[in-house]
DNA sequence: GAATAACAACTACGCCGTAAGCTTGTCAAC
DNA sequence: GTTGACAAGCTTACGGCGTAGTTGTTATTC
């Protein structure tokens, strides 16, 4: 029989964050279908329902997880010029849904929106009212750009190839996906592998977002000939 | 024993098109999360594995009846100005996905897209070149808006208050989830039972895109100095 | 009326979340 | 030491899920 080390606490090994810890190694590692309360038992050497202990059951381990995905967002200084923060805000949500690809889907489908989530808005939101936005424009500012970042981020995601693989790997997704049926979208496609990248894309659609505020704060007339009277 | 009335057809029933309408009808009613193959064959009056005579499985379903809501997105007429032609097929899909709430998550978690989508894609990416876009810019333009469709649909329909429901239900609501922690966010949530409501909101944040991709296209210098070199 | 092809039903397997009750390790009080 | 309380983890069980494989049953065709 192989030494023992000293197998001193044997028990008292789980809690509520090494529990949302796991989950979370887990979904970003196998996807957020792979959470389950007997896989995640397994994972942590432990009966299912042992879980059950530390935590309240499966939709509180995704709104754990989900919590600690918006905690890894960066909150904005409020000293910062609205459009910046706005912009730096939106660009570290981004990136936080990008390295948690499951997150975007998850959060969207979470009633309460959890407490670093209720933190950043509040940042956001007294910095546009310190910046001198009605109230109206500082929900509408906000909502239009939150729209882009979680719009877009999910589109990024639905993609059906990744541009993390190999540029003949995705012209072979792409030629299966468009076929020769679409001309049009196949270019774009190619596009997407030839092109500056996600990044810039992204903050291409925030950047016009962020100008149309900023035009409509400085008082010029909207473009839209369809919303006139 | 009560009398049959003529029972003749008593089989013969089930095609795939009912299967998909039942589906659809199901999800519509009960949510996403209703539609399982027992539950659709009891909906039927069928055991379950009787639907994969006409069905390949649940991801085919799935697949189906996505295909049937973007089948009800308005492809936009050739001939139409660009700006006019996104703005009525963004507004037309972001009806289609608030008549079925459940149809966002479900289209943004599908690989291959589809005929309508394809379809709609191709009429979309056609016009914008037709403008004078290039490749590049139609890409751009086409993902900056459809990204606001999809992001503005969720975000609303993840909404914690009904805006259907009576608005004092909805006030409830609203001071459970803020409580008296967040006042100004609080405010704004108010602002969304008393303001113009949600397609006054959603076409503004369309139109603030759309202003920015019309003034890039006039060559008109981006306003972001973050941008810059 | 018999043959045939289409179709629905049934059985079974391995997943899932979790309610309820049980065993066992830990530690304080005596 | 012994005892007892208590919490951590285990076991069992239930009803639900998707679906592979097989077995009736029926409507149509000859």
Redesign the interface.
């Known amino acids: 029989m192989p030494v023992e080390p000293p197998p001193r606490p044997r028990r008292r090994k789980l809690s509520r964050e090494l529990v949302l810890a796991a989950a979370l190694r887990l979904a970003d590692e196998e996807g957020i279908e792979a959470v389950s309360m007997r896989r995640l038992g397994q994972v942590l050497r432990v009966e299912a329902m042992s879980l059950y202990r530390h935590v309240a059951g499966k939709e509180a381990i995704l709104d754990g997880i989900s919590e600690l995905v918006m905690g890894e967002v960066e909150v904005p200084a409020r000293n910062l010029p609205w459009?910046?923060a706005l912009?730096q805000s939106a660009i570290s949500t981004h990136q936080a849904l990008l390295r948690h690809p499951w997150a975007s889907?998850v959060l969207?489908?979470?009633?309460?929106?959890g407490e670093a989530r209720?933190t950043y808005?509040?940042a956001v939101?007294?910095i546009l009212?310190d910046a001198g936005l009605s109230?109206?424009d500082?929900?509408?500012a906000?909502?239009?750009v939150?729209?882009?970042?979680?719009?877009?981020t999910?589109?990024v995601?639905?993609w059906?190839f990744d541009l993390r693989d190999s540029p003949d790997e995705a012209r072979i997704m792409i030629d299966e996906?468009f076929g020769h049926?679409?001309p049009?979208?196949r270019?774009?496609a190619e596009?997407?592998l030839t092109?500056p990248g996600v990044p810039v894309?992204f903050?291409?659609?925030l950047?016009?977002?962020?100008?149309?505020?900023?035009?409509?704060l400085a008082g010029a007339p909207?473009?839209?000939p369809?919303?006139s009277p």
């Open positions: 459009r910046q912009r889907a969207e489908s979470r009633r309460n929106p209720m808005l509040d939101v007294s009212l109230t109206p500082v929900a509408r906000f909502m239009a939150d729209s882009h970042v979680y719009g877009f999910l589109m995601l639905a059906p996906v049926a679409y049009g979208l270019s774009m596009l997407a092109g894309e903050e291409f659609g950047d016009l977002t962020l100008d149309g505020i900023e035009r409509r909207r473009a839209s369809l919303r």
